[in-house]
């Protein structure tokens, strides 16, 4: 193994500090799991980079050790198996709005990552360092919600299954134990088969924003009547949540006889909108009952 | 560390710090300066650089994630002929101004016009939204890709 303990500038806008950093480059996804365990304290896996950059120029992560996972070409991969998509967590974002396999299988889960950042940053950002990077407005968790995606996560013993509905417990808060990592994630491939899709990214700017408010929806109407939905917003709560409130009141009933009131009433009873410098509260509010409405009259 | 990669198609060993980044390994290690930090999040586009023939904003990816990889800055692609044909066009639309921003739209542009080329707005503004332009404005950076589009075609097929 790589064990690299080395000086690292960390450059400011006022000048350069020099920061103690420790870094690891395991070998294999055993050495991993072994390195991590010796590790005690805070660390850090580096997937793409393009949020731990960011978050080590701004000062919020200062001296903690470094694990690096993007070189581990065994999470790097997007295959079929039995009734599974299975995307690796280190899959950038252009592999997966490249992939064949994708655009015959989950088109409007591709097409919807379009507008994921910007090309530049397609390149280098994974799905996993998306996820495990737990920002509000993560862009693609909303879409996972409402596909029943779930997470493998691997540990050096274990390997289990979580639906991502699941995985937040809080503001960057998981359900992950210590020395456990996502290693995939994955969709059943009929997922979005017969629903009637729906996605909404809401900006200030037409490329490369971060979103005020995210919403995804799948639903099945017949006779004007709701026979399935499924809701997730991203950017509303502390961390992108699945509306089973707003779905269970929704559910076999006539689109002209929903109370958007009552609506309200039960998305205030599972989400705590944030406020955030891109952002206020009643804003966000406001816009997601407008858009599960326009969604439900389109 | 030591690190391999191919810096604008030559060979390059250099020992460094793992989480340095790319742009500061072009700048300070090997004096190229045509990579320009302005944001340094990856919102800009101005240190634009192409890793592996695609385009990557060089603040966010550390010497760790060159090992074994080609990089090509702006000055290599200056030299290549859809480089040379794109810097023609930018050039003759008056496209840059301040300058600042424009090694970052090179790069981009040289991946649109090289692997698809097709003169489509719609395609050009898409492939071009990471890059920021504060002076000139986008629509005379647009018309240079167009025409870079248009020229394309009239070249060698072995320069295309």
Same mark, same amino acid.
Request: include cysteine; aromatic fraction near 8%; charge should be positive.
């Given at each position: 193994?790589?064990?690299?303990?080395?000086?690292?500038?960390?450059?400011?806008?006022?000048?350069?500090?020099?920061?103690?950093?420790?870094?690891?480059?395991?070998?294999?996804?055993?050495?991993?799991?072994?390195?991590?365990?010796?590790?005690?304290?805070?660390?850090?896996f580096l997937a793409?980079?393009?949020?731990?950059?960011?978050?080590?120029?701004?000062?919020?992560?200062?001296?903690?050790?470094?694990?690096?996972?993007?070189?581990?070409? !065994?999470?790097?991969?997007?295959?079929?198996?039995? $009734?599974?998509?299975?995307?690796?967590?280190?899959?950038?974002?252009?592999e997966i709005l490249?992939? !064949?396999?994708?655009? $015959?299988?989950?088109?409007?889960?591709?097409?919807?990552?379009?507008?994921?950042?910007?090309?530049?940053?397609?390149?280098?950002?994974?799905?996993?360092?998306?996820?495990? $990077?737990?920002?509000?407005?993560?862009?693609?968790?909303?879409?996972?919600?409402?596909?029943?995606?779930?997470?493998?996560?691997?540990?050096?013993?274990?390997?289990?299954?979580?639906?991502?509905?699941?995985?937040?417990?809080?503001?960057?808060?998981?359900?992950?134990?210590?020395?456990?990592?996502?290693?995939?994630?994955?969709?059943?491939?009929?997922?979005?088969?017969?629903?009637?899709?729906?996605?909404?990214?809401?900006?200030?700017?037409?490329?490369?924003?971060?979103?005020?408010?995210?919403?995804?929806?799948?639903?099945?109407?017949?006779?004007?009547?709701?026979? !399935?939905?499924?809701?997730?917003?991203?950017?509303?709560?502390?961390?992108?949540?699945?509306?089973?409130?707003?779905?269970?009141?929704?559910?076999?009933?006539?689109?002209?006889?929903?109370?958007?009131?009552?609506?309200?009433?039960?998305?205030?009873?599972?989400?705590?909108?944030?406020?955030?410098?891109?952002?206020?509260?009643?804003?966000?509010?406001?816009?997601?009952?407008?858009?599960?409405?326009?969604?439900?009259?389109? | 560390?030591?690190?391999?990669?191919? @810096?604008?198609?030559?060979?390059?060993?250099?020992?460094?710090?793992?989480?340095?980044? @790319?742009?500061?390994?072009?700048?300070?290690?090997?004096?190229?300066?045509?990579?320009?930090?302005?944001?340094?999040?990856?919102?800009?586009?101005?240190?634009t650089v192409l890793?592996?023939?695609?385009?990557?904003?060089?603040?966010?990816?550390?010497?760790?994630?060159?090992?074994?990889?080609?990089?090509?800055?702006?000055?290599?692609?200056?030299?290549?002929?859809?480089?040379? @044909?794109?810097?023609?066009?930018?050039?003759?639309?008056?496209?840059?101004?301040?300058?600042?921003?424009?090694?970052?739209?090179?790069?981009?542009?040289?991946?649109?016009?090289?692997?698809?080329?097709?003169?489509?707005?719609?395609?050009?503004?898409?492939?071009?939204?990471?890059?920021?332009?504060?002076?000139?404005?986008?629509?005379?950076?647009?018309?240079?890709?167009?025409?870079?589009?248009?020229?394309?075609?009239?070249?060698?097929?072995?320069?295309?």
């Amino acid at each position: 193994m790589l064990d690299i303990n080395c000086q690292y500038k960390s450059v400011e806008v006022s000048g350069k500090k020099e920061i103690n950093m420790k870094f690891y480059k395991p070998k294999s996804l055993l050495e991993l799991f072994e390195t991590s365990e010796k590790i005690e304290g805070k660390k850090y896996f580096l997937a793409g980079g393009t949020d731990i950059n960011v978050q080590i120029k701004n000062g919020m992560i200062k001296d903690e050790p470094i694990i690096f996972l993007n070189h581990l070409t !065994e999470l790097k991969n997007i295959l079929q198996s039995d $009734n599974h998509i299975i995307i690796g967590a280190l899959t950038s974002f252009s592999e997966i709005l490249e992939s !064949e396999l994708l655009k $015959n299988k989950l088109p409007f889960f591709q097409n919807s990552l379009k507008n994921f950042a910007s090309p530049l940053i397609q390149t280098t950002a994974t799905i996993g360092g998306n996820i495990a $990077n737990g920002s509000p407005t993560a862009d693609i968790v909303p879409l996972l919600l409402i596909l029943d995606a779930k997470l493998k996560l691997f540990s050096k013993s274990k390997l289990r299954e979580v639906p991502i509905s699941e995985f937040y417990l809080g503001y960057k808060k998981f359900i992950l134990k210590r020395n456990e990592i996502i290693g995939a994630v994955l969709i059943p491939e009929n997922a979005e088969t017969g629903y009637e899709t729906f996605y909404k990214k809401i900006g200030s700017r037409k490329a490369l924003y971060i979103a005020k408010l995210a919403i995804a929806g799948l639903k099945k109407i017949s006779n004007n009547k709701i026979e !399935e939905i499924k809701l997730a917003v991203g950017s509303l709560n502390e961390y992108p949540r699945r509306l089973f409130k707003v779905e269970e009141y929704l559910k076999n009933k006539l689109v002209n006889e929903i109370d958007f009131a009552d609506v309200e009433h039960f998305l205030q009873k599972e989400i705590t909108p944030i406020t955030d410098l891109r952002s206020d509260k009643e804003y966000r509010y406001r816009v997601c009952i407008n858009l599960i409405r326009t969604f439900l009259n389109q | 560390m030591n690190i391999n990669f191919t @810096l604008n198609k030559k060979s390059v060993t250099i020992d460094v710090d793992p989480m340095k980044r @790319l742009l500061d390994i072009l700048r300070e290690d090997f004096r190229l300066l045509g990579t320009k930090e302005s944001c340094g999040e990856g919102e800009c586009g101005a240190c634009t650089v192409l890793l592996d023939g695609k385009p990557v904003t060089s603040c966010l990816v550390n010497a760790v994630h060159i090992d074994g990889k080609e990089v090509m800055t702006s000055e290599g692609i200056a030299k290549e002929p859809i480089g040379k @044909l794109l810097i023609d066009c930018f050039d003759e639309t008056n496209a840059v101004q301040c300058g600042f921003c424009f090694p970052g739209f090179l790069v981009t542009s040289y991946h649109y016009v090289k692997t698809d080329g097709e003169k489509n707005l719609n395609k050009i503004k898409k492939a071009l939204s990471g890059n920021i332009c504060r002076c000139t404005g986008y629509q005379k950076i647009f018309e240079s890709v167009m025409l870079a589009c248009e020229r394309k075609p009239l070249m060698n097929a072995n320069e295309r």
